[in-house]
């Protein structure tokens, strides 16, 4: 099997020389690139598996990239940032983001969250290779790990196709935060458990016709949510 190759972007030579020791031992390729725009080139030129992003780089900040990254393409996203408040990491996830680490941090974390993301694009497919919901309105295609909305790419981030695919694979069960946190982050996330309501309505704005009254992800208030596209 090809190695899977990381793109990291951050301006800071130590941070890039130490990630790039560390994911390489792990058994990764490894680019690096030091400004946003090389960032945007480098995605086009290599297809990364994942882009490891620091918010704070000159010429066009992570934010940005995140923003124009997501506008074309689902390429997992871990951001570093500097930035310790609650309402920075959700802006983050907001955008586009599949997980989000603060500096300083312990690069074996960074390692270990890449190979969960990446792992994450690969497991709990739906029953069907492609499922059709409510006469063609939405589609679910496990095998590209695409979904269409009335015909068109939605464009899904890939924890958002992992959201989806969850609630496609057990279309009327009823899931809890911490179900869905477990199911799309692994047991071992440490984050705000509402992390997930960031994620949902980033969702729902892709695949719904009104996100303020969802057909396919609803809520139950107290409970959780659960999917409603399959037909009665």
Known sequence: MAKQTILIADDEPKIVEMLSLYLEKAGYDVVSVFTGSDALRMVEEI????????????????????????????????????????????RGLSIG????????????????RVGAILRRTLDDHPLADRIIYRDGDLILDAVKQVA????????????????????????????SREELIERIFGMDFRGDIRTIDAHIKNLRAKIEDDPRHPIYI????GMGYRFGGYDE
Do not use: W
């Not at 010429?59 to 500097?82: H, N």
């Not at 609803?218 to 208030?221: A, D, E, N, P, R």
């Open 148 to 175: 269409y909305k009335n015909g068109v790419n939605a464009d899904l981030t890939t924890t958002e196709y992992k959201l989806l695919a969850t609630f496609g694979r057990y279309p009327k069960r009823l899931f």
């Open 97 to 112: 983001a599949d997980d989000y680490v603060t500096k300083p941090f312990n690069p074996n974390e960074v390692v270990a």
């Open 47 to 90: 297809r990364p598996s994942l882009v490891v992003l620091d918010l704070m780089l000159p010429d066009v900040p992570g934010e940005e990239v995140c923003s124009i990254l997501r506008s074309k393409s689902s390429v997992p996203i871990l951001m570093l940032t500097a930035k310790h408040k609650d309402e920075d990491r959700l």
């Open 218 to 221: 609803q809520t139950i208030y």
